[in-house]
């Protein structure tokens, strides 16, 4: 029992009195709600220390005690040492990643993201940082060994 309105008709209301308004006069009468944009925050880590810069400096530092005795023309002493430096500051440079990405980690879930990727970059870092550290170690003694 429904009544059919023609193509120039008003639907009738369904409520009586004042309460009666179509969805177009509530929208005229509130444009405020039709024109709200909304605008996505874009979130990034920006730490106050940033710990990757001195991730990074420390690689370069041992990039350069690993080069450079080469360049000068090395004993057996000296290339020892140069390794030696190159791979402690590699291990170095992994352990201030790995607390990179725990601040970054502890960041993620106060926002609520998801951390996976944070938490598998530190404990990645931290492996390997613990090879690096087991290299210098087996380096030190096999200098003092047969040095």
């Known amino acids: 029992m429904s009544k059919e309105v023609g193509p120039h008709g008003q639907p009738e209301s ?15 009468e509130s ?6 944009q ?14 990757r810069i001195y991730s990074f400096f420390a690689i370069v530092i041992g990039l350069l005690a690993g080069i450079v005795p080469w360049w000068i023309g090395p004993s057996e002493f000296e290339f020892f040492c140069g390794n030696i430096l190159c791979f402690f500051s590699f291990a170095i440079a992994l352990f201030i990643d ?16 998801s951390n996976s ?7 990645f870092n931290n ?18 060994e047969f040095g």
């Open 117 to 123: 990727k944070s938490t598998i970059g530190m404990i």
């Open 14 to 28: 369904l409520f009586v009195g004042h309460v009666s308004k179509t969805v177009s006069e509530i929208q005229n």
């Open 31 to 36: 444009p405020i709600i039709s024109h709200q």
């Open 98 to 113: 790995a607390s990179y990405y725990k601040g970054k980690s502890d960041w993620e879930l106060s926002i609520g993201q």
């Open 127 to 144: 492996i390997l940082g613990i090879i690096f550290t087991g290299i210098v170690v087996l380096l030190l003694y096999l200098m003092t």
């Open 38 to 51: 909304i605008e996505p925050i874009s979130l990034k880590y920006s730490p106050i220390v940033n710990l």
